[in-house]
Structure formats: structure tokens, C-alpha cells
């Protein structure tokens, strides 16, 4: 079995684009890079190295478990995914990966609070530990290593759930029934789909435009781009034919 390296991941994470002084956003799937030498840690060591004291390094640090298997029951009802919340201070593993817990454990490294908290390194740390928006306005990058697009947390700043329409809104409202057997303060659960899911739909468009780099990182099929631009096309798409971004038919009338 191939061995990969701290310098093999930091070689590829240049290769793909990723240059000193580079702010990011790093998603990742450990296994999917093949069997790194030194774990989590070579990850994050690589990655430093690659955006130097003068980068950033920024990660989702969101208190919850892995996924959890859905029932049958679970899924005639309606769910698409469970995960259990957890205490803020919680060592427990979680949802979003070896990378991100070994991360966000690093005395240099600062964490944002709450559930959709933020955890980061490097230069403004500070300010990128507050949430995504500080990302968006430096023109970050966002980096998926071995993950897909619906892992993408800043592109969660194009949703506005005002500009919904009542029939759309509708398909993805919770019935009180669901609501009251996973309460808000212990579950985070997904309800409904569609046809057709926006990011999806925004992803594909992209790699249309040319706006995402491609490569690989050890074994992972990895991409880079612009958080703001991928955040900019969402809001594009969002301003055309909202029925049809979500894979609904448009209400007569």
C-alpha cells in the first residue's frame, strides 16, 4: 500500500492551487486520501505549510455525531438524515471528520461558539472564527478533500430563506409530529427532498463555467475554488426560476 507523506500532500495541495498566503476553508474525508502517514496531523501540517504564517487555515467545528443510520420508519416519514447534538465541550468524535477534530484541538487554533461554529488558524483567525462572511469578503478559497460539494459550509451565505416561495418552504417544513419526537435541542435532522437539490444544481454549473480546480491530493479526487464565486453563482441561480433549482413543477396561476 502506497504510503502518503506530508510533502506528497503538501506537493499536491500546491498542484491543485493552494498558495502561500491563501485564506481557506478545508473539508475533508481522511480515509479518502489513502494511508497518510501520521494521520489527521500530516493533514493539517501540510496545510499550514502550503498557506505559510501569512494564510489561514479555517474549519467547521460543528458539535454533532457522525450520521446516524435512519430507520425504515425513519425514512417513510420523511427523514433524510439524523445526527445527535453535542455538548460544545464534548470530545466525542463528530460528523465532520478526523481532520476537523484534530484541528480544532490545536492550542494555535481558535473556535467560534454554537452549534454552526467555526474553528481557525493562522493570520485574522480571529475574525475567521466568527463565521464564513469574513472568508467571502478576502476572496478565500474553499478546498474539498475527498468530500463533495453539500460539505461546503460558506455556501450555506447565499441561503436566504425569505426569498423562498410559501410552496417550496412548505416541502421542506418539518410536520410538528417529527418535530416533537427530535427535538431541537438534542437532534439536527433532515426532512423531505426534492427532485433535484440546488447545490447540485449549482455544482454542476460551475464545473461548467470553469470555475473549479481539479486534481488529486494522496488517492482523493479533490477541488478548489472561490468561496465568493461559488456563493455569487448560487445567488445567481437563485434569482431565475426557483421551482425549477429546487426540481419542482411551478404552481399554476
Excluded at 458539535?63 to 446516524?68: A, H, I, Q
Excluded at 417544513?173 to 438534542?186: F, H, K, N, Q
Excluded at 437539490?197 to 479526487?221: C, D, K, N, S, T
Aim: proline share 5%.
Amino acid at each position: 500500500m502506497e504510503v502518503v507523506t506530508r510533502s506528497r500532500v503538501e506537493e499536491d495541495l500546491r498542484a491543485l492551487g493552494l498558495r502561500s498566503g491563501d485564506a481557506v476553508e478545508v473539508h475533508s474525508s481522511l480515509r479518502s486520501l489513502g494511508w497518510v502517514q501520521g494521520g489527521p496531523k500530516t493533514v493539517i501540517e501540510a496545510l499550514i505549510n502550503a498557506v505559510g504564517e501569512k494564510g489561514a487555515i479555517v474549519m467547521s467545528a460543528y458539535p454533532v455525531s457522525p450520521p446516524l443510520p435512519l430507520t425504515e420508519t425513519e425514512l417513510a416519514r420523511g427523514l433524510t438524515y439524523k445526527v445527535r447534538l453535542l455538548a460544545e465541550d464534548s470530545e466525542e468524535r463528530t460528523g465532520m471528520g478526523l481532520v476537523a477534530d484534530t484541528f480544532k484541538r490545536r492550542r494555535d487554533v481558535i473556535c467560534g461558539s454554537e452549534l454552526h461554529r467555526v474553528c481557525a488558524w493562522g493570520h485574522e483567525a480571529e475574525r475567521h472564527s466568527l463565521g464564513y462572511q469574513h472568508l467571502l469578503d478576502v476572496d478565500g478559497w474553499a478546498l474539498l478533500l475527498g468530500v463533495g460539494i453539500f460539505r461546503c459550509s460558506s455556501l450555506h451565505q447565499a441561503e436566504d430563506p425569505l426569498v423562498l416561495p410559501e410552496e417550496i418552504a412548505e416541502v421542506y417544513a418539518i410536520p410538528e409530529d417529527v418535530a416533537r419526537d427530535y427535538p431541537a435541542d438534542t437532534w439536527a435532522i433532515g426532512y423531505a427532498t426534492t427532485e433535484l437539490y440546488p447545490w447540485a444544481q449549482v455544482w454542476a454549473e460551475a464545473l461548467r463555467r470553469g470555475i473549479v480546480h481539479r486534481g488529486r491530493v494522496g488517492q482523493a479526487e479533490c477541488k478548489l475554488f472561490r468561496a465568493q464565486a461559488m456563493v455569487s453563482l448560487y445567488q445567481e441561480l437563485q434569482r431565475g426560476d426557483l421551482f425549477a433549482l429546487f426540481g419542482l413543477e411551478r404552481p399554476p396561476g
